[in-house]
């Protein structure tokens, strides 16, 4: 999929406002809290984060995902670091960050899957927390969003082994309609997995 072309023009595919996830489960880390947001695409998620108070730093490797995401944080006075590189080539710095968030990061296949989540563990600060949020296997029977190759979709078994000895905080698949342009529309089976990194900050 060219993601560029799908980030082109000037409708948001995924919508202006942030996944329902990030609205429910993040509003409350606190000012200066520093985040990393990763496959960010047209910025509704990172620009949400930066709206709170929150130190964004935002990975996403289109250059039409860039200019829509600058646009909207200057709509809503707010600054982020952007950068417009791929998740196979960052470097993931230890201990970078007190919050890393991946959302629907699906086109990466369980080779890519697992380096990316390898790389969100080891730049998690001690006793900080990776947020993550996607489509279910059970997805295949939707047709509301995400991949139809199986193997990129998620299961919390398929995930929760990256974190070993972190506290899972929550671990669900469930099922709830989506309403976020039109990428993302109808029933969907979603999967959240939020867990904390041991030690202290």
């Known amino acids: 999929m060219d993601w560029n072309e799908r980030f082109s023009g000037e409708e948001f595919h995924f919508g202006e406002a942030p996944a329902a996830f990030v609205r429910d489960h993040l509003g409350g880390l606190g000012a200066g809290a520093h985040v990393l947001t990763i496959a960010e695409g047209e910025g509704r998620n990172a620009v949400w984060l930066a709206r709170q108070g929150c130190r964004v ?49 699906q086109f990466a296949d369980p080779r890519l899957r697992a380096e990316i989540l390898a790389g ?29 190759s199986e193997p990129n979709l998620w299961t919390p078994d398929r995930l929760l082994p990256a974190f070993p000895g972190w506290q899972v905080v929550r671990a669900e698949d469930y099922d709830a309609v989506l309403d976020e342009g039109p990428g993302h529309s109808g029933p969907a089976a979603l999967i959240d997995v939020i867990v904390r990194k041991p030690g202290r900050p």
């Open 120 to 148: 969100m563990a080891r730049t998690t600060m001690p006793g900080g927390t990776v947020f993550l949020h996607g489509f279910s296997t059970r997805q295949l029977g939707n047709g509301s969003g995400g991949p139809r």
């Open 57 to 105: 730093t935002a990975i996403e490797p289109t250059g039409t995902g860039r200019e829509k995401a600058m646009a909207l944080a200057a709509r809503h006075g707010v600054t982020m670091e952007w950068r417009q590189e791929s998740l196979e080539s960052y470097g993931w710095p230890s201990n970078g960050f007190d919050v890393v968030l991946g959302c629907f990061f």
